[in-house]
């Protein structure tokens, strides 16, 4: 089974422009979590999304940045006009559906985002 | 806020030492518990899980400890190996002892074992 997808694992972008973040969980999942890793700190919760639903976003700055989860295809972690504190490395993670008993969330190796 | 701590920042052990990673938790709520490792360049990877309604488990040369009187986990590796050597981190959630939720992350452990 392959692993959580993320891509692109590394993304340049310039400030004031928008970067995407595309994360594929694992087959038969669909819960997805992002989080921010700072250098030398422990990952800070963003985001959970069911399918087509935004569960708990209580961790995701309210202005430029938004998350999906569609139907079809991976969620997205969407960060608009871009600023230096946004680099960081962002990790996806899924689990699958509640009650196929309980599972650790997994993670995917994340994309390194570095604002010049 | 509430938040989940480490207590040692860097641990260094010799090949075939145990090793023992501590770690602090602040939330009484909190009912599920797990630790990863993470390796330079990769994502968390899942090492051993924990609810609160058990005070250990084990699993292949791991083995997790919760005290909630104190609030504190630990995590006990049998016969390190160089290919332990990763950063450690605990976290916890209250999603009704399941990590269907949002995960809290402790600042994380630095282990480095030497042959």
């Known amino acids: 089974n392959a692993g959580v997808m993320q891509n692109p694992r590394h993304l340049v972008r310039r400030r004031g422009q928008e970067a995407r973040l595309r994360c594929s969980p694992m087959k038969g999942h669909s819960h997805v979590y992002w989080y921010r890793q700072l250098p030398e700190e422990g990952l800070k919760f963003m985001v959970y999304?069911?399918?087509?639903?935004?569960?708990?976003e209580s961790g995701m700055p309210k202005e430029r940045f938004s998350a999906e989860f569609p139907k079809e295809g991976p969620s997205i972690l969407r960060i608009q006009q871009v600023v230096r504190g946004d680099s960081a490395a962002y990790f996806c993670?899924?689990?699958?559906?509640?009650?196929?008993?309980?599972?650790?969330?997994?993670f995917g190796d994340g994309t390194r985002l570095s604002i010049l | 806020g509430e938040s989940v701590g480490l207590h040692l920042p860097t641990l260094s052990v010799q090949e075939g030492d145990n090793s023992i990673i501590n770690c602090a938790y602040s939330n009484s709520a909190s009912d599920y518990f797990i630790w990863y490792k993470q390796e330079s360049g990769k994502g968390p990877q899942f090492i051993i899980d924990?609810?609160?309604?058990?005070d250990k488990r084990q699993g292949q040369r791991v083995t997790v400890l919760l005290n909630k009187t104190v609030k504190h986990l630990s995590l006990q590796i049998a016969a390190t190996q160089p290919g332990d050597s990763a950063v450690y981190f605990c976290a916890e959630s209250n999603a009704g002892g399941t990590s269907y939720g949002k995960l809290t992350f402790g600042q994380g452990t630095i282990l480095t074992v030497h042959p």
């Open positions: 993670a899924s689990s699958p559906p509640s009650g196929q008993g309980n599972q650790p969330q997994h």
């Open positions: 999304l069911q399918k087509e639903n935004i569960i708990d």
């Open positions: 924990i609810r609160s309604n058990m």
